[in-house]
């Protein structure tokens, strides 16, 4: 059997409490870094290259939970997505807030 790292244990354990089984978050977790797995979660299910209006990014987020607006603040904030003028696309994975470097 493969040994599992603590990120992956710490990932698949927050997806598991706080996603319901269809997918809906059941709350915005409080602890930074279960925030930042969850919300990277979500954003992976974007399309990159594909410029969202604020409409568009709001139905997405409301698959998975009602506050869309707090949601979208964080995916900016934490530079999942950048917006301009009101449209929305998802930035290179590389400058994400990473959850596994956060202590």
Same mark, same amino acid.
């Given at each position: 059997?493969?040994?599992?790292?603590?990120?992956?244990? !710490?990932?698949?354990? @927050? &997806? %598991?409490?706080?996603?319901?089984? /269809?997918?809906? &978050?059941?709350?915005?977790?409080?602890? +930074?870094?279960?925030? !930042?797995?969850?919300?990277?979660?979500?954003?992976?299910? &974007?399309?990159?290259? @594909? @410029? +969202?209006?604020?409409?568009?990014?709001? $139905?997405?987020?409301?698959? #998975?939970?009602? /506050? #869309?607006?707090?949601? *979208? %603040? $964080?995916?900016?904030?934490?530079?999942?997505? +950048? *917006?301009?003028? /009101?449209?929305?696309?998802?930035?290179?994975?590389?400058? =994400?807030? *990473? =959850?596994? /470097? @956060?202590?």
């Amino acid at each position: 059997m493969e040994e599992k790292s603590p990120e992956n244990s !710490l990932k698949e354990s @927050v &997806l %598991r409490n706080f996603f319901s089984k /269809d997918g809906r &978050l059941r709350q915005i977790p409080a602890q +930074y870094k279960k925030k !930042l797995i969850a919300f990277q979660y979500m954003v992976e299910k &974007l399309e990159p290259g @594909v @410029v +969202y209006s604020e409409k568009e990014i709001n $139905e997405f987020i409301k698959q #998975f939970h009602e /506050d #869309f607006a707090t949601i *979208r %603040r $964080e995916f900016i904030m934490h530079q999942f997505m +950048y *917006r301009e003028n /009101d449209k929305y696309e998802l930035n290179p994975q590389e400058i =994400w807030t *990473r =959850w596994e /470097d @956060v202590k």
